[in-house]
């Protein structure tokens, strides 16, 4: 079974440019997360969608950051205008359904980085 | 708001075992979760717990969970060097898992 791929792997960008992340969750995975992990913390949940409705928004900064996941299957995460603070990696993450006990795969994740 | 704190480091010699402690807030975790992250990977599910047990065992791995303490830790028996890595300590409802900051473990061989 593929697991959930993410792309770019790696980005780096000046502060004030747009940067657009692309993640495949694994098949028939209905509940999709985005996760931002600054260095030296843990992940922390950005959003999360079941199928392409949004369950959880309350920690996505919606001034510059936006996320779609339009077809229910591949997601894409926005930030625009970028921060340095911005730096971090992001981690999409996916599961069967939503809901207690379903277990979240994680992709590799995308490591941007604002200069 | 909720809150999962963990130990930063833990060196331990290859052979001998390690225990990573995790304390949380969040009450109402119905599972709580030990993840693993290698150097440029993505967070590994380890094993987990459901919180109506106190213990969890597999293979070399031992989850203890103190409900009324709101302690959980994980034991890793016959620690190899292949378990250098962090370990996070999780919980949450609904899917919206809380992440502590990690636990960075070095085997030394």
């Known amino acids: 079974e593929a697991g959930v791929a993410q792309s770019p792997r790696y980005k780096i960008i000046e502060k004030r440019q747009s940067v657009a992340f692309w993640c495949n969750p694994i098949s028939g995975h209905a509940t999709l997360y985005w996760y931002q992990q600054i260095l030296g913390q843990g992940p922390k949940l950005l959003i999360q969608f079941q199928n392409n409705g949004v369950v959880d928004d309350s920690q996505l900064p919606k001034d510059r950051f936006s996320a779609e996941r339009l077809k229910g299957v591949d997601s894409t995460l926005k930030i625009q205008p970028a921060k340095l603070e911005d730096s971090a990696v992001y981690l999409c993450?996916?599961?069967?359904?939503w809901g207690t006990g379903y277990e979240q795969y994680f992709g590799p994740g995308t490591r941007l980085t604002v200069t | 708001g909720e809150d999962v704190e963990q130990s930063l480091f833990l060196s331990v010699r290859e052979g001998d075992s390690s225990v990573i402690n995790c304390t949380y807030t969040?009450?109402?975790?119905?599972?709580l979760y030990w993840y693993k992250q290698e150097p440029g990977a993505g967070l590994q599910l380890l094993t987990y717990?459901?919180?109506?047990?106190d213990m969890k065992q597999d293979q070399r791995l031992t989850v203890l969970l103190n409900k009324k303490d709101k302690h959980l830790s994980l034991r890793i028996a016959d620690t190899q060097t292949g378990d250098s890595a962090i370990y996070f300590c999780?919980?949450?409802?609904?899917?919206?898992?809380?992440f502590g900051k990690g636990t960075k473990l070095s085997v030394k061989p």
């Open positions: 969040d009450s109402s975790s119905t599972y």
């Open positions: 999780s919980g949450g409802s609904q899917g919206n898992l809380i």
């Open positions: 717990i459901f919180s109506n047990m």
């Open positions: 993450a996916s599961s069967l359904d």
